[in-house]
């Protein structure tokens, strides 16, 4: 077949796909309000249905873009003949219609996973569920096919591409878009849930349960997009940092902020069966934010550094934000009455009111990020002033908020549920206070005056002291009771009650990454200076010796690096070489920075610029604690992965469940 | 039970590691390099961004504008003016789109504000509303006292109830 023609196919796959998600919508909604449970089986085949024809969409551009067929305008402007296979395969979500394409193919496959673990036709969600899915897959075929279609084909063919954007060309920025819009697309499903939920009118536990895990399941890959992307920012772009408060960071950053927030407030609907309409209130404001997410970084409505290209699609995604908001609003309102509040609450003093604060400060730091992100826009459209809004401006606002929020991770702990007595409280307070007194003490003592990383860095101890408390006397109950040894008692306690220590492994991980954001953000130290051969630049116990500079050819660049040599303390400890790499297809400019780590910091080398006379300028860069920032987040992941394991408690408590509606059904 | 203080031990080296290291880290950061001509371009940069590379700030920014920003600023240093009046000179010159944060005065305000506003009414609305459920008196079936229990018993009792199932 020739290359029209199997665009047609392409391009009619996205059609059918745009037409079966409507029937979907159509046939689930009928199913229900007649009560014809054929239509409601026919929706569901619908859904696979829509898997199969996005799937067949992306087979058929992974195709041309393996093969080179350069008459696809998506595969002229992504992939070049030089380029490595594995840039070409992942070129699917390097650009704005590919990775429409993915996003909405991610979706069709979580839609038939839905739909293979609810493989009965009882639950009365799941029409609702599948519903709501089908219409936002159409919402995305639609984009594909009336706004940017992945495959639309150039008059003739060029005799090369452009090749991806050589500054994505990083294993970490392949990665990085594909957990993100895991997280991203994840959050559709307990949304979707929640919304059948508000309009069956089956307001209980059940949607929260079925979710749990897809919750955690989106915010993990949601933490892993945010990791994939600081690690990219800090080894690819060499700003010598790993955030820089970009509009697209934060559409990231903004989602996690409130589903973190969602994830702590169900807890409390959980246990106490309070803030049922806030959790719906939670979950609808993270889903909205993860489209508003996609369309930032896909449309480039706000200039940034990331977004590469720009379009009409705005009117699209408004009007499908604006239609999910209404209907969802609407049917909250007419629910109230089922929305009631099951308890109260006991006292001001209890983990459910350090619950409510966490989330008001979640949202806090939330609004502050989305706001300070389209404040431009909005500076522009009413007063017709521009304005720059980075980071001297979020640190400014968001810093006072993050540190309320480390501070409260740390209260939080050490308050129980329901009523917690003052002096258990005074008493629970005195080690992890102390502890934080001892190191405020000694880092004045060894010389920091910097108040905010002072303050920062005592937080930390703080909290780091509360977390490492309530494992110690957790280990120590056990060790009592079963006379188990340290190890096993420890590693039982955390086994017998996943959800509790997974939640505080992942508090743990916070911290160890706060620390080394602290670190890095207040004890930064950078000297930049122009070297001949021989010559050295000292910065800090570091002496970095210039020697020469190499010239590589690679298939598709040309390369030229810095060698050095790095004394400490007088003593040889490395060498290092930091890269410019040229890209001749896309004429662009990319760095390769050099970075050695340390438990204590990174030794950051930037090839900043050279002359004709073999000298090069230098930029030496030391960030104190930088490692903690990555074992942070892995300590992190460890603790989620571990709250999301099937829990024996768990198992047992919807036995009973199921067992009593069996009771009360006989 | 002799294993007690050895744990307590491996928690408190923990924490004395990461203090150490912490303090290793921020004791070598001490040492501030010598502020040459150089290291002073990039210190004032770092808190300005050229109107064309939004979001880059300007000590890091390569395209050839930022280039000659920089030039600029070692020329008005060499020239002896201050970093303030070098920030005067790009802001009258290309707009307060040369700061990183607005200037927080007239309708810039509200970017600074609104966040305080959200956090200081949704304290107020926690506050007003928790204290309404604090005043009714509890529903039917909800318990209206806890038992004090110290955390170190509560862990037992779960223990044990985990046990007997």
């Not at chain 1, 429409?100 to 569920?129: R, T």
């Not at chain 1, 106490?272 to 959790?279: S, T």
């Not at chain 1, 954001?517 to 002496?543: D, R, W």
């Not at chain 2, 408190?12 to 001490?30: N, Y």
């Amino acid at each position: 077949m020739a290359n029209p023609q199997i665009a047609e196919v392409g391009n009619l796959a996205l059609v059918l796909g745009l037409a079966a998600s409507v029937y979907v919508v159509f046939a689930a909604v009928f199913s229900q309000i007649k009560r014809r449970n054929e239509f409601f089986l026919s929706a569901r085949n619908g859904v696979w249905l829509i898997a199969g024809l996005a799937t067949l969409a992306v087979v058929i551009l992974e195709w041309a873009l393996i093969t080179h067929q350069f008459r696809f305008e998506y595969v002229a402007s992504h992939v070049s003949r030089d380029q490595p296979l594995f840039y070409t395969i992942t070129a699917l979500w390097g650009g704005q219609q590919g990775s429409l394409l993915f996003w909405v193919w991610l979706l069709s496959l979580f839609g038939a996973i839905v739909l293979l673990q609810h493989p009965g036709e009882s639950d009365p969600l799941i029409p609702w569920v599948i519903a709501f899915l089908a219409f936002t897959s159409a919402f995305f075929f639609s984009l594909l096919v009336f706004v940017s279609s992945p495959f639309t084909l150039l008059a003739q063919a060029p005799a090369d591409g452009i090749g991806l954007n050589p500054l994505l060309q990083d294993p970490g920025m392949i990665i990085h878009p594909v957990t993100q819009y895991l997280g991203y697309v994840g959050f559709a499903v307990p949304f979707a849930f929640a919304f059948a939920a508000l309009v069956t009118g089956k307001l209980g536990y059940d949607w929260i349960r079925t979710t749990r895990r897809w919750a955690l399941f989106a915010w993990l890959f949601l933490s892993l997009g945010l990791l994939f992307g600081m690690r990219w920012a800090y080894v690819e772009l060499g700003w010598g940092g790993y955030w820089g408060w970009d509009p697209v960071e934060n559409a990231a950053l903004i989602p996690w902020l409130t589903g973190t927030a969602y994830l702590h407030s169900v807890m409390i609907q959980e246990k106490r069966g309070m803030l049922k309409v806030w959790n719906l209130v939670l979950i609808l404001l993270t889903f909205l934010l993860t489209i508003l997410g996609t369309f930032i970084t896909r449309s480039g409505v706000i200039q940034s550094v990331h977004a590469f290209g720009v379009s009409s699609m705005g009117p699209f995604f408004l009007a499908y934000i604006a239609a999910v908001l209404v209907v969802t609003v609407y049917f909250i309102y007419v629910r109230l009455d089922k929305l009631k509040e099951e308890n109260r609450l006991d006292s001001m003093l209890s983990r459910e009111a350090t619950f409510l604060l966490n989330n008001l400060i979640l949202l806090g730091a939330a609004v502050a990020t989305l706001w300070g992100t389209v404040f431009p826009l909005i500076s522009e459209v009413i007063v017709g002033k521009q304005i720059t809004v980075a980071a001297p401006f979020f640190n400014q606002v968001n810093g006072p908020i993050f540190l309320a929020l480390v501070l409260l991770m740390g209260v939080c702990t050490l308050i129980g549920w329901r009523r917690a007595s003052p002096r258990h409280l005074v008493r629970n307070f005195m080690s992890p206070a102390a502890v934080a007194v001892v190191t405020m003490v000694v880092l004045m003592l060894i010389g920091v005056r910097d108040p905010y990383g002072l303050i920062a860095l005592v937080a930390a101890a703080f909290v780091l002291t509360t977390i490492l408390l309530e494992f110690y006397r957790g280990t120590r109950a056990r060790m009592r009771m079963y006379k188990e040894n340290a190890a096993i008692a420890q590693a039982q306690l955390v086994n017998k009650n996943r959800r509790r220590y997974g939640g505080y492994i992942v508090h743990l991980g916070v911290i160890l990454a706060v620390i080394g954001i602290v670190g890095s953000t207040f004890f930064q130290t950078s000297a930049q200076q122009n070297l001949a051969p021989g010559q050295t630049v000292e910065l800090g116990p570091y002496l970095v010796q210039f020697d020469r500079l190499t010239v590589t050819r690679e298939p598709n660049a040309q390369v030229i690096g810095a060698d050095l040599v790095v004394f400490e303390n007088g003593r040889q400890i490395d060498t290092m070489r930091p890269l410019k790499a040229y890209y001749p297809a896309a004429d662009q400019m990319t760095t390769e920075v050099a970075v050695r780590t340390t438990m204590r910091d990174d030794l950051y080398v930037i090839l900043a610029g050279w002359n004709d006379d073999g000298s090069a300028t230098l930029k030496v860069i030391i960030n104190p604690l930088v490692l903690w920032l990555w074992v942070g987040f892995g300590v992190f992941i460890l603790g989620t992965i571990i709250t999301m394991l099937p829990d024996p408690r768990e198992a047992k408590a919807l036995e009973r469940v199921r067992a009593e509606k069996a009771w009360v059904g006989a | 039970m002799k294993m007690i203080p050895r744990w307590g031990l491996v928690s408190a080296l923990f924490l004395v590691v990461i203090l150490w290291t912490v303090g290793a880290a921020v004791t070598v950061s001490a040492q501030e390099p010598v502020p040459d001509l150089e290291n002073e371009v990039l210190r004032i940069s770092k808190s300005l961004y050229c109107p064309v590379c939004t979001g880059v700030p300007l000590d890091v920014c390569e395209t050839q504008a930022c280039v000659q920003w920089r030039a600029l600023i070692r020329e008005k240093l060499e020239a002896g003016q201050g970093e303030e009046q070098i920030r005067q000179y790009f802001i009258a010159q290309y707009g307060e789109r040369v700061l990183g944060a607005p200037p927080p005065e007239g309708f810039n305000l509200s970017a600074y504000i609104l966040p305080v506003l959200v956090l200081l009414g949704g304290g107020a609305v926690l506050f007003w509303t928790t204290r309404g459920w604090l005043r009714q008196p509890p529903p039917q079936g909800a318990l209206s006292t806890v038992p004090q229990v110290p955390p170190e018993y509560a862990e037992r009792i779960a223990q044990e109830l985990e046990a007997r199932e």
